[in-house]
Structures are given as structure tokens and as C-alpha cells.
């Protein structure tokens, strides 16, 4: 059963472009969504995270934006790198008896110059 | 350095015959997992622990074994490989179990012929 929908499964975007990338989630008990990225090679990293409270949360060039209604949140990099070329796995997780981590499918991501 | 460290990070091996990947973390972490990495189904928990000598299945245990009887160390033990258990392998650890950032290791690719 997923419970972490995440799309597209591989995105090509241009140097300086917005790369966005979408999960959805089903359980309504999760209250806290990390993205993770990671580098050919190596293991996940945390990138960004939000909780619930907020729709919107922004580090750098990178922006979680949340819904809560639609039970959908999204990563968005503005003026992308070639640098940001990883794949990007959303996240979810709660304190519901089960608190471990629910991970999307992953988005590779290819930024080309 | 704070890190996870895993090994071996490549290993071939043959249907049948036991291996153990090794995990350590030096950040004195309470909660371990382990993970699989299947191309277009993400990340997958297999086992994890919450303290020495507590572990529990995760969404994917069969066919595999851990122990927690260091809090340092997580090791995986696949007592009877067969082919499809060939994947990628990462080990976490984060301080405790819920909305805590977890920390991956670099990975292990494993080939079971």
C-alpha cells in the first residue's frame, strides 16, 4: 500500500528554470513532510522539511509549498543548477503509533545547461 | 566526523550463501533502519531498531535478519540470498524514532546471481 504518491518519476529541466515536484499523500494523521536529495552514488540527504502549520516554507532556492486540504505538497527550485541534478524523494511521517517515515517513489532529476 | 558508514559497498554473491552488511553511526542514534532502493519504488524499510537489543519489521522483512546488540552498530543479515534481494541497500540512524532528520550511509549495491 503507498501512501506517498509522488510524481513525475523523472523530470528534465533547463539551467535557470523552475523544477517542481509533487507528492500526495493519504493518511491525514501525518504532520511532517521532509524532502530528500540525493547524489549519484551516495545516500539521501535531508534537503528541507515542513510541518502542517505552515503552507509554505523557503531555504534558498528551495520552497516546500503545502496544502493541507488537498492532502498535497510539493518541492519547487527556482533558477535550477546543474548542481541540483539528483533524485528527490518526498517524505512523510507522524505521530500515530507508526511513526516511521513513509517515502515517495523518488524524481530523478536532470538539469541541462 | 558525524557519520553512517556501511560495508561492504559492493558485494556479488551467489543464491544461498549468507552475507551480513555492517552499519555503524557515530552520533550515538537511539533509532536504526535499514532500506532497500528499487528503481521506481523508492525506499523501503525492511527492519528497524529503536534502541539495543529493539527491533521490529519494517514494510519489507522477509528473507532478512538484523540485530541490535551495540547501540553503535546495525548489522543486515540475509541468511539465504536469492536474486530478488539484488538492490541498493542503505543503512539510517537518526536520534529517535518520528520527525527527526534521519541520516543515511553511502549505500550498499548488491548483485545476488
Known amino acids: 500500500q503507498q501512501q506517498v504518491k509522488q510524481s513525475p518519476q523523472s523530470l528534465i529541466v533547463q539551467k535557470g528554470g523552475i523544477s517542481i515536484i509533487n507528492c500526495a499523500y493519504e493518511n491525514t494523521a501525518f504532520d511532517y513532510f521532509p524532502w530528500y536529495q540525493q547524489f549519484p552514488g551516495k545516500g539521501p540527504a535531508l534537503l528541507i522539511a515542513i510541518r502542517p502549520d505552515v503552507s509554505e516554507k523557503k531555504e534558498g532556492r528551495f520552497t516546500i509549498s503545502f496544502n493541507k486540504s488537498a492532502k498535497q505538497f510539493s518541492l519547487h527550485i527556482m533558477d535550477s543548477q546543474p548542481g541540483d541534478s539528483a533524485t528527490y524523494f518526498c517524505?512523510?511521517?507522524?505521530?500515530?503509533?507508526?511513526?516511521?517515515?513513509?517515502f515517495g517513489t523518488g524524481t530523478r532529476l536532470t538539469i541541462i545547461p | 566526523e558525524a557519520q553512517v558508514t556501511q560495508n561492504p559497498r559492493y558485494l556479488i554473491t551467489v543464491t544461498g550463501k549468507k552475507l551480513t552488511v555492517t552499519c555503524s553511526q557515530n552520533m550515538n542514534h537511539e533509532y536504526m533502519s535499514w532500506y532497500r532502493q528499487d528503481p521506481g519504488l523508492g525506499l523501503r524499510q525492511i527492519y528497524y531498531?529503536?534502541?539495543?537489543?529493539?527491533?521490529d519489521k519494517g514494510d519489507v522483512p522477509e528473507g532478512y535478519k538484523v540485530s541490535r546488540k551495540e547501540k553503535r552498530n546495525f548489522p543486515l543479515i540475509l541468511e539465504s540470498p536469492s536474486p530478488n534481494q539484488t538492490s541498493l541497500y542503505f543503512c539510517?540512524?537518526?536520534?529517535?524514532?518520528?520527525?527527526?532528520?534521519?541520516?543515511f550511509g553511502p549505500g550498499t549495491r548488491l548483485l545476488v546471481l
Open positions: 531498531s529503536m534502541n539495543v537489543e529493539v527491533t
Open positions: 539510517a540512524s537518526s536520534l529517535r524514532r518520528g520527525k527527526e532528520t534521519q541520516y
Open positions: 517524505a512523510a511521517g507522524g505521530n500515530f503509533g507508526n511513526e516511521k517515515l513513509t
